[in-house]
């Protein structure tokens, strides 16, 4: 099976802007979530997504949104850019109905200059 | 909510010996513990887990134990070679609710 695919994989945006990422999760797997990774604060969650409805969602401003769509895959937004949202955005996606094994995939590294 | 602190953030070992990092988590009701290892430039990789209703899990030389009462849990890596060298994050959850990751444990491995 392929893995958990993320596009695209660099992304250099200006403040103010907005941004699309992308994430096809592994075939089969219905729940997506995505994390914020920056260096030194570990993996910070975002949202999860299960059958395209949003079952879980983490301390983050509303400039940050997402959505899954009817064949699993999942993009979130993140509108009028700032510095600080500089960092690797990670996907995961799972099989088990407690979301708990994730398996990742190599993240989209988003610098706001 | 859920609060999970690991230490130590960096961790330096010879090639041979034993690494152990530990991590604490705040809310009781937790039940599942996995770790997960990030090699340089990849993505994390689940590596052990562990549940609530065991005190502790090997799988070669990686081994994970669980203190419900004092809510820690800990990862053992014994013989350490050059490829342990990573960063290792501990997370916990409960049922369906999101992992909650620790800050992370940077591992380096002298050869």
């Known amino acids: 099976k392929a893995g958990v695919t993320q596009t695209p994989r660099y992304l250099i945006k200006t403040r103010g802007q907005q941004v699309t990422l992308s994430c096809s999760p592994i075939s089969g797997h219905r729940s997506v979530s995505w994390y914020q990774q920056t260096p030194g604060q570990g993996l910070q969650f975002l949202f999860e997504y299960f059958s395209e409805t949003q079952r879980n969602k983490g301390n983050f401003p509303g400039r940050f949104s997402g959505r899954q769509f009817s064949n699993s895959r999942s993009e979130m937004n993140v509108s009028t850019l700032e510095l600080g949202d500089s960092a690797l955005y990670l996907c995961?996606?799972?099989?088990?109905?407690?979301?708990?094994?994730?398996?990742f995939g190599s993240g989209t590294q988003l610098s706001v200059l | 909510g859920e609060n999970v602190e690991q230490h130590p953030s960096t961790l330096s070992v010879q090639e041979g010996d034993s690494a152990v990092i530990k991590c604490t988590y705040s809310d009781s009701a937790s039940n599942y513990f996995p770790w997960y290892k990030q090699e340089l430039g990849k993505r994390p990789q689940l590596i052990i887990d562990?549940?609530?209703?065991?005190g502790e899990k090997k799988d070669q030389r990686i081994a994970v134990t669980l203190n419900k009462t004092a809510k820690h849990f800990s990862l053992h890596i014994t013989e350490t070679q050059p490829e342990d060298s990573a960063v290792y994050f501990c997370?916990?959850?409960?049922?369906?609710?999101?992992?909650?990751f620790g800050k992370g444990t940077r591992l380096s491995v002298i050869a």
């Open positions: 562990i549940r609530s209703n065991v």
């Open positions: 995961a996606s799972s099989s088990d109905r407690y979301n708990e094994k994730l398996f």
């Open positions: 997370a916990a959850s409960l049922g369906n609710t999101p992992l909650v």
